[in-house]
């Protein structure tokens, strides 16, 4: 088993935040699978549709409170009492931390809160499980760098050519060299290993948005469920990323979800 025996991952959540400090709602975001934490640049292409709405943005490295032996409950627990104290309009997550706002849905707090979903498994299907599970395996058999590469394979855009070495894909050299990156890799992309988290997307009362690539190659309209009120968005010619691929289909997508509540918001001042 991976473990970071060396380096200690930190106790509290991981966060940077965006937009202004007085305005009138809050939007926190849950982090993907990252071997190591970009400081929220994941985020970036979709930040504006947020912040230029009136949201205070918090983004989180959703595996900065991942401990050894957590499952997707587990971890989902431990977020709650976070996200919770921050009576969020908006909740948002990307893929892992989209599987974990899945998983609270059925929390009374979170039906106040707008959902949006980019590439968040709903449920993980065998064919999802096998392609996490080798790139998990890499980790140990192969070394972080290898296991990255992979990554990359499965994530990036039509358009996006495949990186030379696992540095030229953003991680940089020293990914490879600290246990806790491969550690970080190999258990977070195992927390989603037979999820199902219907249940509660589908008997949430909310308004909920899902956004896929239509071109993904990990998570597809297949792995995603909704329930009545809610609504799915394919963005044509992306992958895993289709914020990163297709930015401005993926802003106008988000921003067209928010624009009814940023209405009454107004319209209520």
Not at 20 to 49: K, S
Not at 71 to 81: H, S, Y
Not at 162 to 188: C, E, F, H, K, N
Request: glycine share 10%.
């Amino acid at each position: 088993m991976i473990s970071p025996a060396t380096t200690t991952p930190p106790r509290a959540p991981v966060a940077v935040r965006l937009g202004e400090a007085g305005a009138p709602r809050t939007a926190c975001v849950l982090a993907p699978v990252m071997a190591r934490w970009d400081r929220g640049a994941f985020f970036e292409p979709v930040a504006e549709a947020l912040v230029t709405t009136g949201h205070r943005v918090t983004v989180y490295d959703t595996l900065s409170l991942l401990r050894d032996g957590d499952d997707l409950a587990a971890l989902a627990d431990r977020w709650a009492g976070v996200l919770r104290a921050e009576e969020p309009d908006v909740l948002v997550g990307n893929a892992l931390g989209g599987a974990v706002v899945q998983r609270l849905l059925d929390r009374p707090w979170t039906h106040r809160a707008d959902v949006v979903l980019l590439s968040s498994p709903t449920l993980a299907d065998g064919v999802l499980d096998a392609t996490l599970e080798r790139i998990a395996a890499a980790v140990a058999e192969r070394g972080t760098a290898a296991a990255l590469d992979l990554l990359h394979e499965v994530v990036r855009g039509p358009a996006d050519p495949a990186p030379a070495t696992a540095s030229d894909s953003g991680q940089g050299m020293d990914t490879a060299d600290d246990p806790l990156y491969g550690w970080r890799l190999a258990t977070g992309l195992r927390l989603l290993r037979r999820a199902d988290v219907r249940g509660p997307v589908e008997a949430f009362p909310g308004r909920l948005l899902h956004i896929y690539g239509t071109e993904s190659n990990l998570v597809g309209r297949q792995h995603l469920a909704t329930g009545p009120g809610h609504r799915s968005v394919g963005i044509a010619g992306a992958g895993m990323r289709p914020h990163a691929d297709r930015p401005e289909a993926t802003r106008r997508a988000v921003a067209a979800f928010l624009a009814p509540q940023q209405k009454k918001r107004i319209h209520d001042q």
